[in-house]
């Protein structure tokens, strides 16, 4: 991609997550954490019906009347966009690659929180962690996160969550709300990301078994607002009935070679990955983490806001 190309890219992304954001995201973003806490504001005599807790008993005693002291709840929080730009991002069935459609999603959300007044951040990982922009503000903050998710050259091809998210937890120095968006394909649990494997173990090994991955998820949203974006592509679980294919692990280089022609392959590859996606939705179950299954040949704004009322109504309750 020439630099020309890149810069209309960018602009085409910011164009539409613009809109996005305007016509379906306003007021759907919500975090349940609202900042660092309670900044003092003002000190007034007492109304009546104020809260007595607020008496400052010290000024009371010295005026001869009550008074009471105010606060203004800080609201400002920090946005994390952990977005996976592993070997198997690049795969897209559609007209966009999950990485495509990872960089719209994570615009949209960096718009909703710059929006909301606050900062964004990004963490870009593979099997380690590729890249990190603080969180700041600002329209070419904004410009730079997603030149960045669309553009950047990845060093590695392998997919380790836990040390992504073991980064964040030992770098931000606070509570911040953390979007992680993956396809939860990875070598340590599926031997062919994007295509899972037919031999006979592989689908006992589609979640998330190892007590790092899940131990990461729960420490993560101790500390912050973790919210899980399970970016899946529909060839993923159904495959097309093409002849022989050959097929590459986008993040092994492992080759797989199978006859898509026959309905017992391909009811075999269906069943597989229904397992998988199963046993990696109790997984994330177990952890108690927010998560949202996106479909990447389908549009994502209705599905995103919607998940952001029920998350915001539930908060409420």
């Known amino acids: 991609m020439t630099i020309t190309e890149l810069l209309e890219t960018v602009r085409r992304v910011e164009l539409r997550t613009n809109r996005l954001v305007n016509d379906t995201m306003v007021g759907a973003y919500l975090s349940h954490f609202k900042g660092r806490g309670m900044d003092f504001e003002e000190l007034r005599e007492y109304i009546p ?18 008074f009471v002291k105010r606060f203004r709840e800080e609201r400002e929080l920090a946005a994390v966009l952990a977005v996976d730009v592993s070997g198997s991002s690049a795969f897209g069935s559609g007209d966009r690659s999950k990485r495509e459609y990872a960089a719209e999603v994570a615009a949209t959300l960096a718009l909703s929180a710059t929006r909301n007044g606050d900062k964004v951040a990004l963490l870009l990982f593979t099997e380690s962690v590729e890249l990190f922009i603080p969180p700041r503000k600002g329209r070419r903050h904004i410009l730079r996160i997603v030149r960045e998710m669309l553009a950047f050259t990845p060093k590695k091809r392998g997919t380790d969550i836990p040390a992504a998210l073991a980064f964040l937890n030992h770098t931000l120095p606070r509570r911040s709300i953390v979007f992680l968006l993956t396809d939860f394909l990875h070598s340590a649990t599926n031997p062919a990301p994007g295509f899972a494997s037919l031999s006979p173990s592989d689908g006992e090994r589609g979640g998330l078994r190892g007590r790092d991955v899940i131990q990461e998820l729960g420490i993560t949203n101790a500390r912050h607002d973790l919210v899980c974006l399970h970016l899946h592509d529909p060839r993923e679980s159904q495959l097309p ?9 986008a993040e092994t280089g492992e080759i797989l070679e199978l006859d898509s022609s026959r309905s017992a392959v391909r009811n075999r590859f269906a069943s597989i990955n229904e397992e998988r996606l199963e046993q990696l939705d109790q997984s994330l179950n177990r952890t108690a983490v927010d998560t949202l299954r996106l479909n990447t040949v389908e549009p994502f704004a ?14 409420r309750r």
């Not at 007595?52 to 001869?64: E, K, P």
């Not at 009935?241 to 692990?249: F, K, M, N, Q, R």
């Not at 209705?302 to 908060?315: M, P």
């Open 241 to 249: 009935d093409a002849g022989l294919l050959t097929i590459e692990d």
């Open 302 to 315: 209705q599905t995103l806001q919607r998940f952001f009322e029920i998350r915001r109504g539930r908060r």
């Open 49 to 66: 019906g104020d809260d007595v807790r607020d008496i400052d008993w010290n000024v009371t005693h010295r005026m001869g009347r009550p």
